[in-house]
Every structure is written in C-alpha cells, then in structure tokens.
C-alpha cells in the first residue's frame, strides 16, 4: 500500500503512523541487516542513496529501527521463553517417573522390612545364624542357584547365545535405570532444574561402585547415541576403545563386542581394562537404549583379548536410555555401574576404587556434561575468544589430559622403558625413542631431533594429608613462581624451536618473570578452564639470552570447585608457541590430586591463598589446641606429578639428571605449599589471610594512617582500641583494597605491601605481591588519569582519582567506584611510598 502523505505539507507530521511499502521495507531490513541502530548521520546518508526513502523524514527512519530492533527483542525473548517452557515440561515429566520410582523403592523397602519382623519373630530363640541378614540372602541365593544352571551355553559361535546376554543385560539395565534393583542416594547439591545438570545419584549397598543419573539435553536421541558411543570422546580415562565385531540382530539392533583400555589414575596403581557385550536397540515406545556388560566366565560369551599390563575389570549390566522429549531434545538416563578389583590395588589407593562418587564424577556427570556442552556450543550460546572453534578447543584439552595419562602410565606398547635410577626411588625416568608411535596422536615429530632423540618423563607419587585437592590445584596455577623454575620453562620452550636452549641448572626459586593468564574456553560449570599463560621473561645474565623472550603455555585447570564432591583437581600444561596451529605438537605435564577419603567437615569455600602469611605468621599466630582440634580437616589426597621434556641423545643422561633434580625441587615446593595451606595451620577464622605481625608492618600502618590525616585532613578510620597493633589490625581488616607501591623516579613502581582486601583484589600473596608493577595493574585510560594527577599529588600530597577498571594479577578486570593516592611520609616526613586505596571495588 502506497505512503500516506500529504503533498501539501513541506515537513510530515512525525507523529502520524507510516505505512510502508514493501521496497521501503526491503531497503531498510537489508540496512538493519549491516547495522541495527545506525547513527544520525547514517540515516541521511540511506534517505539520499535510496530514492524509495526521500520522501521519508529521519525521525521516522530512526522510530522504524527502534521498532524493529524491539520487535527482534521480543522475537528472541519469546523463542527464550518457549525454550524454557519445552524443559520445565521436560523436568516435570522426568520429576514424576523419578517421584514413582521413589514410591516403588519405598514399598519395596516397606515389605522387606515387614519381611524380616516376621522372621524375626518366627525365630527360635535357640537359634543364632538365623539373622534376618542371612534369611534374605539365603533365599536370594537359592532363587540365583536355581536359574544359574538353566543359562544356555554361550560362546562366540552361537549368535543366540549373544542375543539372550543382550536381552539380559537390558533387563537388568532398565530396572537400575528407572527401577528399584539398585539403592540410590542423591548426591548431595545436585538439584534438578532446566540449566542444572540432572538428578545424580550414587549406590548404596551393593556390589562394585555404581552411579546413575538422568537429565535434559536439547539434541536429537540419534545424536545423543552417538555421542555417548564415542567415548574416548568425553571420558578422559578411556586409553583406547576398540569393537571387534558387531553383529546385527533381527529386531534392528545391534551386538558389538568392545575391548576397551583405561588409563591408571597414579603411578601407584595398575590400569584397567575391560571386555564386554554393547547391545543397541529401540523400545517400543520409541526409546534408543545402549546397554553394556562384561563377559566372563559365569555369563558365557567369547573370551577377550590377553593383556599382561592391565588388570581386567567388570562392567555389570550399564547403559543409556534415551527418550525423545515433546518438542525437541532428550530426555538421558545414565547408568554406570562397575567392579575395579579393589583387592588387586595397595590398601592405601583402595578408596579410589571404591567410591560410588568418584565414579560419578569420572563418567556419569563427565557424559552429561560433554552432552550438554555440545548442545550449547551447537546452538551458539557459548562465544569463544581467539579465533577458535569450540571442537580444536575441546581437541586440545583432551590432547593435553591423553598426554599427560600417558605420562603417567608408559605403557610399554607405546614404546616407554624405565631408565636406571640413582639409587633414590622417590622419582621414576621414563623415556621414549619411538616416534612412529606417537605420530598421529598428542606428539609429533619435531619433538624427536633428526639425529636422534626422544622423549623423557619423571615422575613421582606422594600422599598428603589435610590439603583440599582443589585448593592445592589453585594455588599451583595462581602463583607459578612458588614452585616452578624458569630455567626449565625456558629449556621446554626452546626445545620447539630449530637451536634448543642449553640444558639448564635448576635455580631455587629462580622464577624472574610475572605469569600472564589469557583465558581460551570454560565448561558451562566452569569446572574446567583452557588458558594460554604467558611467562614474561628476564635474563639473569648477559649469557642467558633465552630467558629474555616471553614463553607461552597451554595450560588446563579442573576440579577447582571445593565443593564437588569425588572430583580430582588437575593443572595440565604444555610449552606452545605464541601463535600455536591447531595440531601444534603438545608435550604435557603436570599435577593431578586425587581425594583419598570422603570429606567430612569441609572449610569454608572462600578461603583465600597466603602463602606469605602463613609460613611467616608472627608471634601471635599460635592457635591453642583446642581451636586447633576444632578445624581438623581430615583429608587424605594423593598427589600425582609428571614432566616431560624431549631430548637429543647425547644430552640424555644430562636431561635425565636435570628432571630428576627439578622434579625433587617441585616435590619439595609442593610440600612446603600443603604445609602453609592445611586447614590445621590455619586460624579459627578460615577465610581470612594471617595478619603479619613484624614490627616493620607495624610502623608502615602508623606512617599510611598519619600521612592521610596530614594530606587529606580527615582521617582513614577511627582507631577502636589502643592496643599496639589494633591501628595494623584495622588497616589489614579494612574493607576496601589499600596498597603501598615503591616512588623511585628511575624504575616502575611496584608493589610493597596490600592490605587483605588488596591481596583479593590482585589475587595475589604477600610474596608474590613484588613482582606486581603498577602499570600493569592499571588500564590505559587509568594509567592516563594517574599521569594527569601525579604533579598534583606531589605537590599536595593527595588526589582523589575517578571510577574505572584495573586487572588482577591473573587478568580479571575489576571495577572500583573511586581511588585515592597519596604520599606516605616516614618519621623524618621523607617520601617513603605511594599508597592507593580502592573503594567498592568488585570483580566484572
């Protein structure tokens, strides 16, 4: 319909409505298109480029871009919404099977009880082995005595036979899936919700360790199975998955036989390996189940593969069960239940092998989450930086975890063979001269020079007690320096390149560079984190030009949330160029901290890290006993270490000593770490960081306060006691960030001294505090500000600076409402520093 407009008005009347053409629409959703929301001077430019639009005025091109950008917010709020809606109705149907289930389990529990009181009372008081324990499993055993012997002969050549174990298998899946044969307690925190990740539930009572869970994916079953098939995929322990034969089966499914490899968690323990049957068929009313089982001897079946490196477990009756959800996704139950051989381990790693929760951690929860990531990055809901695609990102984490599993294992068919020791057993060399075998995989072969070389790796396993693994982990990746030699950094990083750096000496506490930490991609949990860390380097002599140059590592970090319950904290890292290709070769190491025991009386979560403080705690710092018995935090962690480092061979025995050397030193880093950071070193009030209690910490609170009071007139708080370090307890209390910085004119300031709530908000230590600079703390247009104030400070000693953002130590930017600097002046009313004071700042 044609524009209504009067001819006889020179200018429209910009509140009547407009109608427009379908040209005019056109031309405008193609410049919507380009821009949304273009400015005022674009507007003119589209009415005097489009004919079609000259007769329209600008106010009203700008009313039809704010309209239609509205209307693609209500679109995109409305297509939110029906999204919701598909998985509350989703949830709400998965909550009421689950509530049924639930009610069958009760009346299951009801008769057995009412069960045993009958036996009980039946009883002859005579008689003492008739406990109700031993009625019940005695009737059980001659129900499983009687059918075991009508169990036709399997074997490999009677594909019914394979088909009966199949159908068994499902059986027994779907009761555990949404029955009662297994006794299921929730975990503790996993709430079901539309963004949560399901219902999880672990076993209780029953042979082997067992998990289930059940939740919401928004992809097609189809591709549900076909994922959850490819599971070296998404399960970080699987070594190797391999299907010997499939057979079809006359109701459209599938047999497979699967022999399967898993890496072993430590260097303490033996890996497994499993043989099993995995049936694939379709329900009747729709469902796609993939259900799994070990064969052995007492279920029949072809026997598996011989294997002298591992020990073969079993896989009791598992699987998927997988149903289409109204509209679109899927509705996922997960069963994983298995038998480790728990006997076949040292006492002391028995626990790894026989917690329900660690398995649910590993494999349960591990599916549902790669299944769920997969979804989001399908749909486009997760943005990543640098360019790349969430598939080379997800690659490059698994190829960091296979690499460093690897490590840890070398086995032996991968071409691994032990170098003699030196007569410690503390640290185990490894080295590898085959490079066809890793060819394809997480190495390459530039890392074996052309005239001869290979890989070396030294390891070594170690028990802690007391030291939560995700904290231990978070302190590992924030404060690289406490533990890490530059040196060695330098050497890994130049083995990459044609002219390899000299085999280094190990320098104690030789770390001369800040790290620079530039995220890469996060799980949707944020349990996982990819990141490029950049190590800024500085040589320590005209001869070690190597270390001049910044090095970069591609670093992974997971199980960092202390309130995962089961999950291993692991700090995986490998030496990468600036600008790495996705399939740059990748030599990992690194940690892994493995929980040992369930916990029992957690610290509290926000519990910040001081390493500073609390191995210099003054002569306050004891704690009575009683306080101490208090906030016993009985853990016990094993601690997994690993470090690769290729080399030529005749610098084989000289790499050796040098990563045997540096690997002790890590050791001895590690442990002085878990001392200063076990919850039975620290105060009753957890959270906080130890108050330094040297006299010089003392005097320099005394000269921040008196030098405010001169500057400003007013005063920083009000004192509340007249002990003699009340002043240094309120400084170090205080709520918003203080930090004194060093004033020489011919060097960057840097950082002397912060106060607790400066130390959260660089995410740094005491220690690590002095190799902060000031400029790097500070964005451009902050570090603009403070050169605009600098002659105003020393010339009235104070000014008070405006909002902005700063970056932490580990790159998070951080916003504070306004600053103030001001000179702090010694007893002699000299310049001894510059002190800053955030106020309200917060993490962006």
Same mark, same amino acid.
């Given at each position: 319909?044609?524009?209504?407009?009067?001819?006889?008005?020179?200018?429209?009347?910009?509140?009547?409505?407009?109608?427009?053409?379908?040209?005019?629409?056109?031309?405008?959703?193609?410049?919507?298109?380009?821009?949304?929301?273009?400015? $005022?001077?674009?507007?003119?430019?589209?009415?005097?480029?489009?004919?079609?639009?000259?007769?329209?005025?600008?106010?009203?091109?700008?009313?039809?871009?704010?309209?239609?950008?509205?209307?693609?917010?209500?679109?995109?709020?409305?297509?939110?919404?029906?999204?919701?809606?598909?998985?509350?109705?989703?949830?709400?149907?998965?909550?009421?099977?689950?509530?049924?289930?639930?009610?069958?389990?009760?009346?299951?529990?009801?008769?057995?009880?009412?069960?045993?009181?009958?036996?009980?009372?039946?009883?002859?008081?005579?008689?003492?082995?008739?406990?109700?324990?031993?009625?019940?499993? @005695?009737?059980? /055993?001659?129900?499983?005595?009687?059918?075991?012997?009508?169990?036709?002969?399997?074997?490999?050549?009677?594909?019914?036979?394979?088909?009966?174990?199949?159908?068994?298998?499902?059986?027994?899946?779907?009761?555990?899936?949404?029955?009662?044969?297994?006794?299921?307690?929730?975990?503790?925190?996993?709430?079901?919700?539309?963004?949560?990740?399901?219902?999880?539930?672990?076993?209780?009572?029953?042979?082997?360790?067992?998990?289930?869970?059940?939740?919401?994916?928004?992809?097609?079953?189809?591709?549900?199975?076909?994922?959850?098939?490819?599971?070296?995929?998404?399960?970080?322990?699987?070594?190797?998955?391999?299907?010997?034969?499939?057979?079809?089966?006359?109701?459209?499914?599938?047999?497979?036989?699967?022999?399967?490899?898993?890496?072993?968690?430590?260097?303490?323990?033996?890996?497994?390996?499993?043989?099993?049957?995995?049936?694939?068929?379709?329900?009747?009313?729709? @469902?796609?189940?993939?259900?799994?089982?070990?064969?052995?001897?007492?279920?029949?079946?072809?026997?598996?593969?011989?294997?002298?490196?591992?020990?073969?477990?079993?896989?009791?009756?598992?699987?998927?069960?997988?149903?289409?959800?109204?509209?679109?996704?899927?509705?996922? &139950?997960?069963?994983? /239940?298995?038998?480790?051989?728990?006997?076949?381990?040292?006492?002391?790693?028995?626990?790894?092998?026989?917690?329900?929760?660690?398995?649910?951690?590993?494999?349960?929860?591990?599916?549902?989450?790669?299944?769920?990531?997969?979804?989001?990055? *399908?749909?486009?809901?997760?943005?990543?930086?640098?360019?790349?695609?969430?598939?080379?990102?997800?690659?490059?984490?698994?190829?960091?975890?296979?690499?460093?599993?690897?490590?840890?294992?070398?086995?032996?068919?991968?071409?691994? $063979?032990?170098?003699?020791?030196?007569?410690?057993?503390?640290?185990?060399?490894?080295?590898?001269?085959?490079?066809?075998?890793?060819?394809?995989?997480?190495?390459?072969?530039?890392?074996?020079?052309?005239?001869?070389?290979?890989?070396?790796?030294?390891?070594?396993?170690?028990?802690?007690?007391?030291?939560?693994?995700?904290?231990?982990?978070?302190?590992?990746?924030?404060?690289?320096?406490?533990?890490?030699?530059?040196?060695?950094?330098?050497?890994?990083?130049?083995?990459?390149?044609?002219?390899?750096?000299?085999?280094?000496?190990?320098?104690?506490?030789?770390?001369?560079?800040?790290?620079?930490?530039?995220?890469?991609? /996060?799980?949707?949990?944020?349990?996982?984190?990819?990141?490029?860390?950049?190590?800024?380097?500085?040589?320590?002599?005209?001869?070690?030009?190597?270390?001049?140059?910044?090095?970069?590592?591609?670093?992974?970090?997971?199980?960092?949330?202390?309130?995962?319950?089961?999950?291993?904290?692991?700090?995986?890292?490998?030496?990468?160029?600036?600008?790495?290709?996705?399939?740059?070769?990748?030599?990992?190491?690194?940690?892994?901290?493995?929980?040992?025991?369930?916990? *029992?009386?957690?610290?509290?979560?926000?519990?910040?890290?001081?390493?500073? @403080?609390?191995?210099?705690?003054?002569?306050?710092?004891?704690?009575?006993?009683?306080?101490?018995?208090?906030?016993?935090?009985?853990?016990?962690?094993?601690?997994?270490?690993?470090?690769?480092?290729?080399?030529?061979?005749?610098?084989?025995?000289?790499?050796?000593?040098?990563?045997?050397?540096?690997?002790?030193?890590?050791?001895? @880093?590690?442990?002085?770490?878990?001392?200063?950071?076990?919850?039975?070193?620290?105060?009753?009030?957890?959270?906080?960081?130890?108050?330094?209690?040297?006299?010089?910490?003392?005097?320099?609170?005394?000269?921040?306060?008196?030098?405010?009071?001169? /500057?400003?007139?007013?005063?920083?708080?009000?004192?509340?006691?007249?002990?003699?370090?009340?002043?240094?307890?309120?400084?170090?209390? &205080?709520?918003?960030?203080?930090?004194?910085?060093?004033?020489?004119?011919?060097?960057?300031?840097?950082? *002397?001294?912060?106060?607790?709530?400066?130390?959260?908000?660089?995410?740094?230590?005491?220690?690590?505090?002095?190799?902060?600079?000031?400029?790097?703390?500070?964005?451009?247009?902050?570090?603009?500000?403070?050169?605009?104030?600098?002659?105003?400070?020393?010339?009235?000693?104070?000014?008070?600076?405006?909002?902005?953002?700063?970056?932490? $130590?580990?790159?998070?930017?951080? $916003?504070?409402?306004?600053?103030?600097?001001?000179?702090?002046?010694?007893?002699?009313?000299?310049?001894?520093?510059?002190?800053?004071?955030?106020?309200?700042?917060?993490?962006?």
């Amino acid at each position: 319909m044609a524009l209504s407009i009067h001819s006889k008005d020179k200018h429209m009347d910009s509140s009547k409505y407009v109608r427009y053409t379908p040209e005019q629409v056109e031309a405008l959703e193609r410049v919507y298109t380009e821009c949304p929301k273009p400015s $005022s001077l674009r507007r003119q430019q589209l009415i005097r480029e489009c004919p079609i639009l000259s007769n329209i005025e600008p106010k009203q091109i700008k009313v039809w871009f704010q309209n239609r950008r509205c209307r693609e917010k209500q679109r995109k709020e409305a297509s939110r919404l029906q999204t919701v809606n598909r998985k509350l109705s989703a949830m709400n149907k998965l909550l009421m099977e689950e509530n049924d289930r639930l009610q069958k389990q009760v009346s299951h529990l009801v008769y057995e009880n009412g069960f045993m009181r009958q036996q009980i009372q039946t009883a002859s008081a005579t008689t003492t082995d008739n406990s109700c324990e031993s009625v019940v499993m @005695s009737g059980q /055993h001659q129900q499983q005595q009687s059918t075991t012997p009508q169990q036709p002969q399997r074997d490999a050549n009677n594909p019914a036979g394979l088909l009966a174990i199949a159908e068994e298998t499902l059986a027994e899946f779907l009761s555990k899936a949404t029955g009662t044969a297994v006794d299921w307690v929730q975990m503790i925190g996993m709430k079901p919700g539309p963004d949560s990740i399901g219902i999880v539930a672990v076993s209780r009572n029953c042979s082997g360790v067992a998990a289930r869970a059940c939740g919401l994916v928004s992809l097609e079953p189809t591709k549900v199975a076909e994922i959850l098939k490819d599971r070296p995929s998404w399960f970080r322990d699987c070594r190797c998955l391999d299907i010997l034969s499939v057979i079809p089966t006359g109701n459209g499914g599938t047999i497979e036989l699967i022999y399967m490899q898993t890496y072993a968690p430590t260097t303490l323990a033996a890996a497994r390996d499993f043989w099993t049957l995995r049936y694939t068929t379709t329900l009747e009313d729709g @469902s796609l189940v993939i259900c799994e089982r070990s064969l052995t001897n007492s279920t029949g079946g072809p026997t598996g593969p011989p294997s002298a490196s591992f020990v073969r477990a079993e896989m009791l009756p598992s699987g998927y069960l997988i149903r289409p959800c109204e509209g679109s996704g899927s509705i996922i &139950h997960i069963v994983d /239940h298995v038998d480790l051989d728990v006997w076949s381990v040292p006492e002391v790693l028995r626990p790894l092998y026989e917690s329900s929760k660690i398995l649910a951690q590993k494999m349960t929860m591990a599916a549902l989450r790669h299944m769920r990531q997969i979804a989001q990055e *399908t749909s486009g809901e997760i943005q990543y930086g640098g360019g790349r695609q969430p598939a080379v990102l997800r690659t490059f984490s698994q190829r960091l975890c296979r690499g460093f599993n690897d490590a840890v294992n070398g086995f032996a068919d991968d071409g691994w $063979s032990l170098l003699g020791s030196d007569g410690g057993d503390d640290v185990t060399i490894a080295i590898n001269s085959s490079p066809n075998k890793f060819l394809g995989s997480q190495y390459n072969a530039s890392m074996f020079p052309t005239f001869g070389g290979g890989v070396l790796c030294a390891k070594a396993s170690m028990l802690l007690q007391n030291v939560p693994p995700a904290l231990l982990v978070r302190f590992l990746r924030e404060h690289r320096s406490e533990w890490a030699d530059y040196g060695v950094d330098a050497y890994s990083a130049a083995c990459l390149k044609a002219s390899p750096y000299a085999v280094p000496c190990a320098r104690p506490g030789g770390f001369p560079s800040s790290q620079v930490i530039l995220p890469l991609a /996060h799980t949707m949990e944020h349990e996982e984190f990819l990141e490029v860390v950049r190590l800024e380097g500085h040589a320590f002599s005209p001869e070690d030009v190597a270390l001049t140059r910044d090095m970069y590592l591609l670093q992974l970090c997971s199980g960092v949330d202390e309130n995962a319950v089961g999950a291993c904290a692991q700090l995986v890292f490998a030496p990468i160029d600036e600008s790495f290709a996705d399939d740059a070769p990748l030599l990992s190491s690194g940690f892994r901290v493995i929980p040992l025991d369930p916990k *029992t009386d957690a610290p509290a979560t926000t519990r910040t890290l001081d390493l500073a @403080s609390t191995l210099e705690v003054g002569p306050g710092g004891t704690r009575p006993a009683s306080e101490a018995d208090t906030n016993s935090y009985n853990l016990r962690s094993v601690l997994t270490i690993a470090f690769q480092f290729s080399f030529e061979n005749h610098m084989r025995d000289n790499v050796a000593a040098m990563a045997r050397q540096y690997v002790r030193g890590v050791v001895g @880093s590690v442990q002085r770490v878990a001392m200063a950071i076990a919850p039975s070193r620290l105060s009753s009030n957890v959270g906080p960081k130890t108050l330094p209690g040297s006299p010089e910490a003392l005097t320099l609170a005394q000269w921040i306060c008196r030098s405010y009071r001169i /500057h400003t007139g007013g005063e920083l708080f009000r004192v509340e006691s007249q002990a003699g370090d009340a002043l240094l307890k309120q400084l170090w209390h &205080h709520s918003d960030a203080i930090m004194c910085c060093s004033l020489k004119t011919n060097a960057s300031p840097v950082f *002397t001294f912060a106060n607790q709530a400066g130390l959260d908000m660089l995410e740094t230590t005491l220690v690590a505090l002095q190799d902060i600079m000031l400029d790097k703390i500070l964005d451009e247009a902050g570090r603009k500000i403070l050169c605009s104030e600098f002659s105003k400070i020393t010339q009235q000693g104070y000014a008070y600076l405006p909002a902005g953002i700063c970056v932490s $130590s580990m790159g998070r930017p951080v $916003s504070y409402e306004q600053a103030v600097a001001w000179k702090v002046l010694n007893d002699d009313d000299s310049n001894h520093c510059l002190a800053f004071m955030f106020m309200n700042w917060s993490f962006m």
